[in-house]
């Protein structure tokens, strides 16, 4: 009977430090799995969720996360769309618990960066706001987009771009930019 008590104690106590093992393995990997998130992948669990964004030069700006880009963000705004460069946020309200499946973005995603978001929206002639990382406001059209520029034909946000509307064209660093949206609803 002693022997049988022994044998079960030295168990009792051999499986508490298995346990107790695999719980600190746990929680270490987990530790080291959030670790190695990106704040994209972060912000990928909270696509279709609305999220308000601080954003240097451009403050508070709100809407439903529509995507997430390689250093990019989409807002949906009430029908107005908000193109967000990711290295102007500094801060992220709504993001919720979830996180999105880190997946490699290979090459065709990966080049799917903010240039070519401006450059979509070149392509598409809308008018728009571009907020610079200093608070800056410049209204237009996006005319071109180079390797780390962009040019912008400024005119009035109620205004097509039309050479008589134009008032200048500007050439803007596409590092300075923190947010372009586009026109209102029903405007331009």
């Known amino acids: 009977m002693r022997w049988q008590q022994l044998f079960a104690d030295l168990e009792a106590r051999f499986d508490a430090e298995q346990e107790a093992a695999e719980r600190a393995e746990t929680s270490s990997r987990a530790r080291h799995e959030l670790g190695s998130l990106r704040f994209v992948d972060r912000l990928g669990g909270a696509v279709g969720s609305p999220v308000v964004l601080l954003c240097r030069g451009a403050g508070q700006v709100s809407g439903s996360l529509s995507e997430v880009g390689s250093d990019w963000l989409l807002l949906d705004d009430a029908g107005r769309e908000l193109l967000v460069a990711t290295a102007a946020v ?34 598409d002639r809308a008018t728009v706001q571009v907020v610079l990382d200093e608070g800056t406001a ?9 390797a780390d520029y962009l040019e912008l034909a400024e005119h009035p946000a109620d205004l097509h771009r039309r050479a008589g509307a134009v008032q200048g064209v500007r050439t803007v660093l596409v590092d300075a930019v923190a947010v372009v949206r586009t026109a209102q609803p029903g405007l331009g």
């Not at 410049?138 to 180079?146: N, W």
């Open 138 to 146: 410049l209204h237009g059209t996006i005319d071109r987009v180079g």
């Open 90 to 123: 500094r801060a992220v309200t709504g993001l919720g618990r979830r996180t999105a499946v880190v997946e490699d973005t290979g090459t065709v995603a990966g080049r799917l960066d903010l240039r070519r978001a401006l450059r979509g929206l070149a392509r």
